[in-house]
Structures are given as C-alpha cells and as structure tokens.
C-alpha cells in the first residue's frame, strides 16, 4: 500500500523538497509577502493516475528551464525581490506547459501584464492559475475587479496570500 506523494508544506517556511522520493530538501527561506489571485481553468485533474505516470524523460528536457526558474527563485529570496520571483514562477509555469497544459495560461499572462503582476503560479498536477500580486505596489482589490470582466471563461475561486509550510497554530 502507498499513498500519494506529498509536497513541501511540511517544512516551515518555503523549501526544495523531492515529493516522490524525499531525497532532497534544501529550505528556501521565508515566503514574501504577496498576493495571489487564484483562476480555475476548470476540469479535473485525477491526481493518483498523475502521480503514478513516469514523467523522468520530461523532466530531464525541461531541466534547463527548471534550473533558470530555480536560480531565479533563489536570487529572487536573497534580494527580496518580487520580480524574480514572479519570473521564477513563471519559468516554471511555462515549463511545466509540456507535462499538463493550462490552455490559458498564455492569455492569463496577458491579463497579468495588464495589472502588473510579479508573474503566475501553476498548480503542477491541477487546474489552478495563479497571478502573483505584491500589494505593496498593487492594489489587489482594484486588480481583482480589473480581471473579473475579462477571466475568459476562467472562475475566479479566491484571493490568497503566499505562505510557507510547516505547522500553524
């Protein structure tokens, strides 16, 4: 019997972490303070058939994008800035493009470019856009009723805010 991989949420703060075979952690840092605007693409995503395909021969092409959203990522955390960071992710976004499609991810990062956004998040094995939003230079509220009219058939599901893993009280 196994269950089904896990992500990094258990460490404190944000965190490297090998969701399958739990051989590499490499803590990251604190999650900076931004805003995320949260679309649904729709669609299901049956994630125990996701995770039990072997997706090495993609990930091994798509490794030297993954290593510039990495670096990225990780210059990003160092300087606190939430350009790189919102380029990390979407590096990332975009890479992961190849492994389980978002067909509006292109037109959400229009719409991102339109509010100023510091980049977009996938979620990796689901149906979920995000669009990072760093409230100290964007008003979220405004932001959000920006994109409401313009969401291409996309729901948008909640307004959140970055945090690290690990254990709250």
């Known amino acids: 019997m196994s269950i089904e991989p896990s992500d990094s949420t258990l460490f404190p703060g944000l965190s490297l972490f090998d969701h399958r075979s739990a051989t590499l952690y490499e803590p990251l840092g604190p999650a900076p303070e931004l805003a995320i605007v949260v679309l649904d693409c729709g ?69 991102a470019r339109q509010v100023g956004a510091a980049g977009v998040n996938v979620g990796h094995s689901g149906t979920v856009i ?30 959140s805010r970055l945090v690290g893993g690990g254990p709250r009280g």
């Open 130 to 159: 995000g669009l990072l939003l760093d409230p100290a230079r964007t008003d979220v509220p405004a932001a959000v009723a920006y994109l409401q009219p313009r969401l291409l058939g996309l729901s948008l599901l909640f307004v």
């Open 43 to 111: 669609g299901t995503v049956d994630t125990v058939a996701y995770n039990q395909r072997d997706y090495r021969s993609d990930l091994r092409r798509l490794a030297p994008q993954h290593r510039e959203a990495l670096a990225a990522l990780r210059q990003g955390l160092a300087r606190s800035d939430v350009d790189l960071i919102g380029q990390a992710a979407t590096l990332s976004a975009q890479a992961h493009q190849a492994i389980l499609p978002k067909p509006a991810l292109e037109p959400v990062l229009a719409l």
